[in-house]
């Protein structure tokens, strides 16, 4: 089926009336009706019911117009978005990473690099997190990632970028959103949530809280979870600075452990522009040139 017979469709779907479809769609009547039954012997079902009145939907017809009115949305933004780009940029390097935040600098980053760069462009690309699958199929060109995660993969380039610190998320009208540092000791007689994908050096944190102070605690699915439990009030929770959206919904109070999180970027090994390599160093120096940077 072509993008012609998704609008005939559409169209006629709307009017109920071959003759006025034809007529909105600037075709002869007889064209509409042969692109119909094509389409129709094509997926194997009937669209309209036919009668001396005009066509109407069949209940499988409703179903997949509702389908086809969104496919065609998505397609016409596709094309948009690609007209957009290919008459402002000739190049364009994409960006793996789990949210806007997890590369603090990222926003300030493309802006210096695009200005400099004329006709490249930066894409980020949200991905799930601690996912490197998209990356492995080559959907994009540098993926951040905790070096753990990525330092046996073969054929990629690792850049050390920032060692992510712990922090604790509570309210911002909690006690302990006071503080300029939290203790172990600090939790004591509170809630703490753990699980949520936590990575191996928060859980080592987590458990020897646990193992140390007593704290009750319960798993959390994940972090929408986790941070809604902590509006309820239930609990407080660990998590990596480098997840900190720095929204101020929430205070983000630096914890004191010796564990790091080591945050890096990845690139392929066969990819040798100097464009991807420019926009690397580029970050490096961001996060290099600040090091009050405390998430």
Known sequence: MDTKQIDYIIELSETKNFNRAAENLFISQPALSYQI???????RFKLFERSAKGAVLTPAGEQFCVTLRNIRDELKRAIEQGQNFSSRYSTNITIGLPMRSAIYFLPEAIEKFEQENEGISVTPHFIALYDSSSFLKGEEDILFA?????KHIPEIRIHALFESRIYLISERDDELAEREIIHAEDLRGRVLMTGGGSPPELKSVQQRIINEIHVDYFNSNDR???LTNIRAHKGIC?????????????AWTLFDCPERIKCVLCTHSGDRRESVK?????LQGMYKG???FKA
């Open 37 to 43: 039954k094509l389409a129709e012997e094509e997926i």
């Open 290 to 292: 600040n090091p009050e």
């Open 278 to 282: 420019s926009f690397v160093s580029l």
């Open 224 to 226: 929408e979870t986790t």
């Open 238 to 250: 660990l998590a990596p600075g480098f997840l900190n959206d720095h929204n101020n919904e929430f």
């Open 146 to 150: 905790r070096l753990q995660d990525v």
